[in-house]
């Protein structure tokens, strides 16, 4: 789940998504004219997001349920307070908004991952958020991997990661092996995740009963996310 290895190279490698959502999230906040404040960035990961967030001027509060993604988050946001915890039950502050961004929300880590703990997780951060409060967000849905299955290879010189992705139903696993180099040897990590995938309508009907109004975006700016990755633009009003 995120072990030292991988999370170094999601951090090193995989980072875009949250560089493209930060602007994003700071832009909405903006609009809806919350200059401070509190911003809760779930599933938190190495800080990329939170980094942004932070420099920008609100206090961050990153939540993850790695141990190795959240020492790299110390380190990159020295300002920020991370904790690990679910991103279905933890006990949120007073928040200007919230992020979940990369799926956050369809991770089983947590075995209670499923679209019951989704929407009750929805009321628990409508409760939270101030009145004109944001939420930026995404999920996988249907579709996501196509081809199913489905191999992908990325290789650098200091490490490389073999990730394969198989749609079955509602649910996608990744077998992610990863090689980094020691030397003139590599060291091997293997993880299996396994996600939910939920369907943008179910997404909405959640978001609604929450009392959250909601859109769904494209992408997150210039970044146009695949078929089956869908952005979510949350407000309380």
């Given at each position: 789940?995120?072990?030292?290895?991988?999370?170094?190279?999601?951090?090193?490698?995989?980072?875009?998504?949250?560089?493209?959502?930060?602007?994003?999230?700071?832009?909405?906040?903006?609009?809806?004219?919350?200059?401070g404040g509190t911003v809760a960035d779930l599933g938190c990961g190495s800080g990329i997001l939170s980094c942004a967030v932070s420099d920008?001027?609100?206090?961050?509060?990153?939540?993850?349920?790695?141990?190795?993604?959240?020492?790299?988050?110390?380190?990159?946001?020295?300002?920020?307070e991370f904790i690990r915890a679910s991103v279905l039950d933890v006990d949120l502050p007073r928040c200007a908004g919230v992020a979940a961004?990369?799926?956050?929300?369809?991770?089983?880590?947590?075995?209670?991952?499923?679209?019951?703990?989704?929407?009750?997780?929805?009321?628990?951060?409508?409760?939270?958020?101030?009145?004109?409060?944001?939420?930026?967000?995404?999920?996988?849905?249907?579709?996501?991997?196509?081809?199913?299955?489905?191999?992908?290879?990325?290789?650098?010189?200091?490490?490389?990661?073999?990730?394969?992705?198989?749609?079955?139903?509602?649910?996608?696993?990744r077998e992610i092996v990863t090689f980094v180099r020691e030397g003139d040897m590599y060291r091997r990590s293997d993880e299996r995740h396994?996600?939910?995938?939920?369907?943008?309508?179910?997404?909405?009907?959640?978001?609604?009963?929450?009392?959250?109004?909601?859109?769904?975006?494209?992408?997150?700016?210039?970044?146009?996310?695949?078929?089956?990755?869908?952005?979510?633009?949350?407000?309380?009003?």
């Amino acid at each position: 789940m995120y072990k030292e290895d991988l999370a170094r190279i999601h951090h090193e490698g995989f980072g875009f998504t949250a560089e493209h959502a930060a602007p994003v999230l700071l832009d909405a906040l903006r609009t809806a004219g919350i200059s401070g404040g509190t911003v809760a960035d779930l599933g938190c990961g190495s800080g990329i997001l939170s980094c942004a967030v932070s420099d920008a001027g609100y206090r961050i509060l990153g939540v993850d349920f790695s141990e190795d993604m959240l020492r790299l988050a110390r380190r990159n946001v020295p300002r920020g307070e991370f904790i690990r915890a679910s991103v279905l039950d933890v006990d949120l502050p007073r928040c200007a908004g919230v992020a979940a961004i990369g799926e956050i929300f369809c991770y089983a880590f947590d075995e209670r991952a499923g679209l019951d703990a989704f929407a009750r997780a929805m009321k628990r951060i409508y409760a939270a958020l101030e009145p004109g409060g944001v939420f930026l967000f995404d999920v996988a849905g249907p579709g996501r991997v196509v081809p199913s299955p489905r191999t992908n290879l990325v290789d650098r010189a200091e490490w490389s990661i073999v990730h394969k992705a198989t749609e079955t139903g509602d649910t996608l696993t990744r077998e992610i092996v990863t090689f980094v180099r020691e030397g003139d040897m590599y060291r091997r990590s293997d993880e299996r995740h396994v996600l939910r995938l939920y369907r943008p309508a179910e997404i909405l009907d959640a978001l609604s009963a929450a009392g959250l109004q909601a859109t769904m975006l494209s992408g997150y700016g210039a970044f146009t996310l695949p078929a089956g990755w869908h952005p979510f633009l949350a407000r309380k009003a």
